[in-house]
């Protein structure tokens, strides 16, 4: 084999270094099935997204502009480093780490199996693997392995040294500490490796630039490793190495490493509106059908959703329903239905997805917690969308006659009076009565800007007071406004949230016709 040679010596090291042409094809073997089990099991999660109804919404318009805004937002950590910055940086350091050492080990791929043994079909062998390229290579990956290695130690940290609660719940389970600690020995594992082998080798002045190996190594001599032992060592530290490698490849498709891949698929396929907007409820969809009433109710972006969940617990830790005691964790409800979801797919029992009475997979009194303030999408780094999915489930529960007796009570004043003080409707405009000029009628006259005023400012005490201090605000600034009177109706916006659809429909379609 011949290198070409860029500085007048073999600055290059050997990949397959003692391993042997046994070796050599054993590795080869076992990096093909490691791709093959990483391949079907990436394949079987995607079919599974194609067995979910349609979404509401386009996921997949500007497909392009969407991969490169998503790009933008997961390789600046932006979402990450949103009220924590260590977080942040531990995030940016181990995904940026992690995608050097990927990319640094497929040029090294595209050298050893492509460039080599075209150039060697064609003549002369001859590989890039070498020379100045191969120095700058050496020391970006060292530097950049290096931050990986920073940022899974500032995880470890804080995850089993401060123990930061919002890492720790019910969903936690082996898959969080053996991500982590396979990633850190990795890592680690690639110092080893290099540093024995600098040591064997007896220190080539050019693998200085691999500093973190040659400390490795250093230290090692220092220890009392000869070059002998090095040597002698180097196999069994390189396999350990490599099948840690394939294994790694291998699993991620089936656990937590999936996020790598589920989470920017999520990202790509957000919804900038989500939550602002809730899907309709079909028009000829019967009680039955109306909500969550089983997995194949899901959207494909519903069940991506559940996968992309990294188990942060950012959202749980925003949420007032759970800071105020309520029995709502968001993460935790996310994960049930990714675990009832998991189940019936490998065949388990069959239950209700919200109800109340403790036995469906979400309770009631859960869902009656939620406030729908949207500060869990706010927080959440891989934009899921919890509210569009809380709201099915609420929509069940109105449909199977479970809602709050209170919530069904205020339903019942809004449905019959238009508000949810149960106040009568002739009365919304009596906060007006107080004012020493007449509040203009939008309905009998045209107007600049209609002002909506809500049911608080209407009929609550307080807020009238609000209301009145407006008014005298728009009327000594000369602005041409107008309300509706006794034509306003409820805005119908937390009666969708509860999963009142039909009386939410009603309502806009009364004040559509109002502002008409
Ligand atoms: S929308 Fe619901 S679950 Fe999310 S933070 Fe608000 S109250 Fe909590
Ligand atoms: S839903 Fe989002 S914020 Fe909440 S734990 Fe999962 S990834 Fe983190």
């Keep these: 084999m011949t290198f070409v040679l860029q500085t007048g010596e073999t600055v290059t090291r050997e990949t397959f270094w003692l391993v042997g042409p046994v070796g050599k094809a054993l590795f080869y073997f076992l990096a093909a099935l490691a791709i093959v089990v990483f391949l079907y099991g990436v394949y079987e999660r995607f079919a599974r997204y194609t067995r979910g109804t349609e979404d509401a919404f386009a996921r997949l318009d500007d497909l392009p502009g969407r991969i490169v805004s998503a790009a933008k937002t997961v390789g600046s950590n932006e979402n990450q480093f949103n009220r924590d910055l260590y977080g942040g940086l531990m995030h940016a350091f181990v995904m940026w780490g992690f995608l050097t050492l990927l990319i640094g080990t497929t040029i090294l791929g595209i050298d ?6 075209v150039t060697g079909l064609l003549g002369e062998e001859q590989s890039f693997f070498v020379g100045d390229f191969y120095l700058s290579y050496s020391l970006v990956m060292d530097a950049m392995g290096f931050l990986f290695v920073v940022g899974l130690g500032m995880a470890i940290y804080r995850r089993y040294v401060v123990r930061n609660e919002r890492l720790w719940g019910k969903h936690t389970s082996l898959e969080d500490g053996l991500f982590v600690w396979t990633l850190f020995l990795l890592a680690t594992g690639g110092y080893l490796v290099e540093g024995v082998r600098i040591l064997a080798t007896g220190f080539p002045e050019f693998e200085t630039v691999s500093f973190v190996g040659w400390f490795v190594a250093l230290l090692m001599r220092e220890v009392g490793v000869s070059a002998d032992l090095a040597t002698a060592l180097y196999p069994a530290a390189w396999w350990s190495h490599s099948l840690l490698a394939l294994g790694f490849v291998a699993w991620i498709p089936y656990a937590k490493p999936f996020h790598m891949l589920s989470s920017f698929a999520n990202v790509v396929t957000r919804d900038e509106k989500a939550g602002k907007r809730l899907p309709g409820v079909p028009a000829d969809a019967g009680p039955d059908e109306i909500g969550f009433t089983g997995i194949e109710d899901m959207s494909w972006r519903q069940l991506l959703d559940q996968d992309a969940c990294t188990k942060c617990g950012r959202c749980s830790s925003v949420c007032p329903a759970k800071a105020s005691g309520r029995p709502l964790d968001p993460r ?68 199977s006659g479970e809602m709050d007796e209170n919530v069904q009570e205020t339903m019942m004043d809004i449905f019959g009076q238009g508000n949810s003080f149960g106040n009568p409707e002739r009365k919304r405009p009596d906060w007006t009565d107080e004012l020493d000029f007449a509040v203009p009628d939008a309905r009998d006259e045209a107007v600049e800007y209609l002002w909506y005023v809500g049911d608080y400012p209407s009929y609550d005490e307080r807020n009238q007071r609000v209301a009145r201090s407006l008014a005298t ?10 309300i509706l009177y006794e034509d306003e109706q409820n805005d119908g916006n937390d009666v969708r949230r509860v999963g009142e659809e039909g009386l939410y429909e ?10 008409e």
Excluded at 367 to 396: G, K
């Design 112 to 117: 050893m199996d492509g460039y080599r043994l």
């Design 332 to 399: 935790d409800v996310i994960l049930d239905l990714k675990r009832y979801r998991e189940s019936v797919n490998a065949g388990g029992e069959r239950k209700e997805i919200v109800a109340d009475g403790g036995t469906s997979v979400i309770d009631a009194r859960t869902m009656e917690s939620c406030m729908s303030c949207m500060a869990c999408m706010d927080a959440c780094p891989v934009d899921i969308e919890h509210v569009p999915q809380f709201t099915e489930m609420n929509r069940r529960l109105t449909e």
């Design 473 to 482: 605000i728009f009327e000594h600034a000369g602005v041409d406004y107008g």
């Design 506 to 515: 009603m309502l806009a379609e009364d004040n559509v016709d109002a502002f």
